[in-house]
């Protein structure tokens, strides 16, 4: 079979159920685009009622081909009947929760290898909240927020599902004070670039090339790789160090804008009026 | 009389009454060096309590010579009784509550008058929480923390004091989630530096020239001057679009830390055993 490009990724830093507006469901659901959409509930610790308002939501905005994926132990994760019901789907959506109850159940099994393949052959992987944390592949699974990181609490990060790949995403950003944290993981190693998802906001990921910004809210990029400076080399022996980094690039981003993760460099789209105005000159690259 | 430099501020991001090290009050005592240490309550609605609160912590610690300047109306804030009081002060402290009373109240009064004085000699003003704040010449007052900022709903800012220069000052920092709110008043004119000061740590300013970290937190310092982007400008009718701005640097500076304001440069002092090991080498600069 000839290598298929690798599909969507839509990963959303929770909260989107509450928008009447229904943005970032919709962009989900268009993405269905007729096809059959699977939610799949393993985060959460209250499966049926989750998929029941998802489930109300998506038929509400014309999604039609709906299937519930419940597994709440491993040996679910490997049965025929679970992952037959993802045949054919365009879309998994990963519901919020525990980051860590997505990977321990799921991680390279059969359930899991299916969904890797509808992603791999074009399909939409979608996540909110802990949905959102595990697309990565080192994910955040817990670590104070609403404090400066100290060095010595090491924070808690665990092997995610890998589809995204440099970078760490957090969610529930601006409204959890989150960004110690996320400075603190990509501290450890600023290959990662950090990404930290505003609630009700949502970035697409092009075949690991591009994202764009959808939703309400603020994404925030950090990008240390050009950091001159960091003390996490230096833990002291009473644990209690504060984190010291010196020129961290950070990028705030809103709907519309787009970030190049090959050059991590951000873009603003041009505006309609001025690919008007240059309409019929010749292109100047 | 022969111009005499600035002396010091030492502003703390809040908090700091409840370290039982009491690490940055004993810096503030410090200054005192044995002199007068003035407490001012202006900000506060309960000035009895607050200053029974520092006036026992600064005894504890060994200060000798306190003072509470107690201002309710504007009209206080002209009795020579009041600022007869500040006369010979090495430090001034001004504790938190609203930095709106502290300006609305003392802002070009006599006893503001002579507070300004005493930094200009060569004395100490300390500022903690609203006290802090009050520092910059345009402080921030209010505005949404936990969520990001929105073009359209400006941030409430005011005069300050102005006894720092080209920064605005913004406390409670990690705790209160407030990067997006700090961000979008640098992003308003990035010719401030915005300075986000953690609970229970300060930055003691050194004549305008440069500060240094002290406390258990971090001070977060972002520098839009390199900016490529920002969608201030681009204001929208229903007054909702979310801030975009690209290219911020950010520093998380921790104890230890100095900044050099003139320069832009955060800059990690040499350890002890570093300077040992050139002694005697000749200076490579």
């Not at 909260?15 to 269905?32: C, F, M, N, S, Y």
């Not at 791999?120 to 979608?126: I, N, P």
């Not at 100290?150 to 890998?162: C, D, E, N, T, V």
């Not at 760490?168 to 950090?194: C, K, M, T, W, Y």
């Amino acid at each position: 079979m000839a290598k298929k490009k690798p599909g969507r990724l839509i990963i959303i830093g929770g909260g989107e159920k509450k928008d009447e507006e229904r943005t970032i469901l919709k962009e989900v659901a268009r993405q269905a685009n007729g096809g059959k959409l699977v939610v799949v509930t393993v985060a959460t610790e209250e499966p049926e009622e989750v998929w029941k308002e998802y489930r109300e939501i998506f038929k509400e905005i014309g999604v039609k081909k709906l299937e519930h994926l419940d597994v709440r132990i491993r040996e679910e994760a490997t049965s025929p009947k679970r992952y037959k019901l993802l045949e054919g789907a365009k879309v998994v959506f990963f519901t919020g929760g525990d980051q860590l109850k997505i990977t321990s159940q799921l991680g390279d099994s059969a359930v899991y290898q299916n969904i890797e393949r509808i992603y791999q052959e074009g399909g939409t992987v979608a996540g909110t909240s802990a949905g959102a944390s595990v697309m990565s592949e080192t994910m955040l699974v817990s670590g104070d927020a609403e404090q400066s990181h100290q060095i010595g609490k090491m924070l808690a990060m665990a092997p995610g599902l890998g589809l995204i790949q440099n970078v760490v995403v957090d969610q529930h950003f601006a409204e959890r004070g989150r960004l110690s944290r996320l400075l603190g993981a990509i501290a450890q190693n600023p290959r990662h670039l950090g990404m930290g998802i505003d609630e009700n906001t949502a970035v697409i990921v092009h075949g690991q090339e591009s994202l764009e910004v959808i939703g309400k809210g603020a994404v925030y990029v950090l990008d240390g790789s050009g950091s001159t400076y960091s003390n996490l080399g230096e833990r002291d022996e009473d644990m209690e160090k504060t984190m010291s980094v010196f020129d961290v690039k950070l990028h705030v981003l809103s709907e519309g804008n787009r970030f190049n993760l090959q050059e991590r460099r951000p873009e603003v789209p041009p505006k309609p009026e001025d690919v008007a105005a240059s309409h019929g000159a010749p292109p100047d690259n």
